[in-house]
């Protein structure tokens, strides 16, 4: 319906700009409507202005600023309507170490409404596990879990 | 609701029986290059009822199930269990059935095997795959795509054109 | 043949000039995300001709002029300079030009002005793009798709089509 | 022509055999002619093994492993037809610290014929440099070099 949708565009465009000055330590970001008159039918695009640089497409982006700009999107949403679970496989690749730093924050914030699940090669990101699985491969072609207690 | 713990057993390359318990919070699984990670995350969401062979990796649904290594033949059947716990949609569905009210804990499982026959099952019952879909979707669960996001997958949501992602937030409204 | 040195000056996020010099043996560029790191391989591929605005992550060829930052206003133009050594082709070329024979250093340029024109340049003299091709195609240059792996690019040669493998196989035919 | 055609898919489909193994510490690789008969406009397939698992479609490796495959096929071309120099630009990001490892001794191997710049978040990767430059960005949105002598 037209008034869930438009609740839920505002919604998500206030979320958007808290989760991506969070994760990119200013900056600005927000959801913008293709079609103002058309709220049924409008797609939606979104702007990106990280912090000290000018407003510009998100196709300009670096490779790492991309990702966590869509990490802001992402979160944006989940914060809106929440999924009991979150599974996130390698979403750190792209991101150099203060990035990373800020996106384990933000996975501290959210934490207690969602369970998450992680794969990674980061060891910052591991740090926030509560615990730790290891995949091995010591026989060739066959997977074995390994259980690491962390905290 | 949350995840409560995850059974394998001849999905992709898990020949044998593996499981993996989850807490609340924040579970990491590491490793090295393809020793099974993203497989885990597949598993996950094939009992979820994932239907499309691409995003699975493969080529036909039978890719799925252990293919066999240097050491090892080919499993018969490929097996997923995923237990929740805090289930609040399970009451009213089961005892729709019969089962006792008040349970908050459920299992939802499938099977395929190399026949092409598949199961889909909640607590180990033979079910359809409408009443899997139907449980998470009373649980908050839904068919959210923001929230599993596959290995090299989190640019998408960036390069999509604006219906599609228009399509995402009307998900969430 | 090797790179020499490469000047760039108002591309993308350099609005002052910057140099880089090459040795023989690997050079590595590092820095935090964002920094410009990408920028500097888009300026090589750019002064060597590219000419698709996508592949330069723009939406017009204008995008790649720097636009400005809080404290800086955009530059009118955007310029980079390759130079090369040891280039075999030079020698030839340049003679059909009127150059002193046995030159084998070479500068190839580029400038792209607000307004929309642009220049090529062959050791600070106008050319055509066609002389740059010609150039390059000479010295073993060439348009080697498989010699410049831009950012996230690395899986395409696996997920192409046949057909497309093909053509990059055909290329070093 | 027909006869370089297939001059060249056997050199490369050789080197690809040598690249391959080389990157994954074993296993095979090749390239297949989709209509052995038709060699002038015939579609290339390629099948890789990791050493000790089955043969199967690329599509079903991991991240990490197509990167490596695909590197392998990149090389086992320019070994065929070398370019002066290469630009790769965080091509190691997917990998772990082991394949970063064979990753580099290719490039070692390679390093006297061709040029290589490579774009790096990597510590291993970075060991290799005989130059390396550091971009900063310490005004926002204004990018600087600092050139770093390694060796
Ligand atoms: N049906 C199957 N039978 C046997 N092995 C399989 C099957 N399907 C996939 N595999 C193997 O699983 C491996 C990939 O596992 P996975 O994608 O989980 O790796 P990963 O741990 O996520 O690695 P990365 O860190 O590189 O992403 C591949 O080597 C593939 O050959
Ligand atoms: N025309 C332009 N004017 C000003 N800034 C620009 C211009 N074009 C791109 N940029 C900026 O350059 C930055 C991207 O740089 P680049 O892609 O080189 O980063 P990077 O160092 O490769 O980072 P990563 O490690 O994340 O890949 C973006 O923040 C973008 O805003
Ligand atoms: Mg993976
Ligand atoms: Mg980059």
Redesign the interface.
Known sequence: TRDRFKQAFEAINANLQQTFSTLFGGGSASLVLLDEADLLESGIDIIAQPPGKRLQSVQLLSGGEKALAAMALMFAVFKYKPSPFCLLDEIDAPLDDANIGRFVEVLRGMQDETQFVLVTHNRKTMEIADRLYGVTMEEPGVSKLVSVWLN | ???NQLRISGF?????Q????????????????????????DA??WVLGEQSVRSL???RME?VIF??????RPTATAEVRLRFSNVAAAATMLNGNGAPAGESNIEVGRRLFRSGESEYLIDGRVCRLRDIQDLLMD????V?A??????????????A???E??Q???E??
């Open positions: 609701m949350r995840l992709k390359s898990f020949p044998e593996a499981e993996i318990a989850f807490d609340a919070g924040v579970t990491a699984i590491v490793g090295p290059n393809g020793c099974g990670k993203s497989n885990l995350i996950i969401t990796r493969g080529e890719d293919g066999g290594s240097d050491g090892r649980s908050g669960v839904g959210k923001y929230a599993i996001v596959e290995q090299g997958k989190i640019g998408h949501i960036l390069s054109r604006p219906l992602r228009r995402l937030l009307e969430a409204a």
